[in-house]
């Protein structure tokens, strides 16, 4: 109507997710993607905090980390322990800091739910009770596993049904959540608050033909023995690793080893082994967030051309202030 001024259009700040199964090449995308937006990179990567962990964790090297700003990686001993409520405090603080310098925040890694509780938020519980977690533990380990699966079915069939019937940790959390505070996990889920809400989000999913992914997978297991793989466990296993640090691939392959139990050849059967399950984990979970945006990488494509191909999405304004250069 005549006389009546249009309401300006609010524009949120952009934040941009590039995540995928390991070795697919996320960081070689995000150093040369992060050369043409104005953007200090987020590490999403839940082994890549701790120090000493570098050839295990596959960590950018300390040359692509002084052309690029990284956060999050080298923050703890490996003796220390670390969680998903400890990561989303610090990356969203990050993430504001680097939205206030007028750039654009990039969160790179492959763990699915440091990115899910990015984007959709976290729920806190005042109070753990430990003792609750370990009767529950202990009753899953005389019952089995499917024991507390019924239990979960029973007070939220919600839940139950996007949890695996093996899968006792989150079967365990949920429970914990429960009967802790009488609410079920799958409604306080739903009341939680992330970027999503309050940013333009840009997700990204590398992802390559199944067997050509384990292909590079058994390629940079090669590569990691190569550079030092077992001197570097060697070193790790003399300190008294955290309960989270001492999951990551390759500490108990490489232990093993170590103790005569098999050789070396083995040894990298087992990690090779292990990465592949890890990928298809992967996947599975970023399958399940129809907000992603899949790129579908060529076997020989170069990280030049995926970073281009990535940047031709984001630059859905000509002449945007994030952009910088052509793609």
């Avoid at 949120?12 to 200090?40: M, S, W, Y």
């Avoid at 995926?306 to 859905?316: E, H, M, Q, S």
């Amino acid at each position: 109507m005549a006389g009546i001024p249009r309401r300006k259009e609010i524009t949120k700040q952009r934040i941009v997710f590039l995540v995928g199964p390991t070795a697919v090449g996320k960081t070689e995308v995000a150093a040369i993607l992060a050369k043409k937006i104005n953007t200090e990179v987020i590490s999403c990567d839940s082994m890549q905090v701790y120090r000493g962990m570098d050839i295990l964790t596959s960590k950018p090297t300390p040359a692509l980390r002084k052309k690029v700003k990284h956060h999050l990686i080298d923050i703890l001993s490996p003796q220390q322990e670390y969680n998903v409520s400890r990561y989303h405090k610090e990356a969203s603080k990050k993430i504001g800091e680097i939205l206030a310098k007028g750039k654009v925040p990039l969160v790179v890694g492959g763990t699915g739910l440091y990115m899910s509780i990015l984007i959709n938020g976290i729920f806190q519980i005042k109070s753990e009770d430990k003792g609750l977690r370990l009767r529950l533990a202990q009753e899953a380990k005389k019952h089995g596993g499917t024991f507390l699966y019924k239990k979960l079915k029973q007070v939220d069939p919600q839940a139950a049904s996007k949890i695996h019937p093996n899968d006792a940790k989150r079967i365990i959390r949920a429970l914990e959540v429960f009967l802790s505070t009488g609410k079920q996990i799958s409604r306080l889920q739903k009341e939680r608050k992330g970027l999503s809400q309050d940013y333009d989000l840009k997700i990204f999913c590398l992802n390559i033909e199944r067997n050509k992914l384990y292909r590079r997978i058994e390629a940079r297991v090669e590569k990691m023995f190569k550079s030092g793989l077992v001197a570097e466990v060697k070193r790790l296993l003399k300190l008294r690793l955290s309960k989270t640090s001492r999951w990551a691939i390759g500490v108990r392959e490489v232990k093993g080893y170590l103790e005569g139990l098999y050789d070396l050849e083995e040894a990298k059967r087992q990690i090779k082994r292990s990465s592949c399950l890890y990928a298809k984990r992967q996947l599975t979970w970023f399958r399940q967030d129809k907000r992603i945006k899949w790129i579908e990488v060529a076997d020989k494509e170069t990280p030049a051309s995926i970073a281009n191909r990535i940047g031709t999405v984001l630059k859905t304004k000509q002449n945007c202030p994030l952009i910088r250069g052509q793609f």
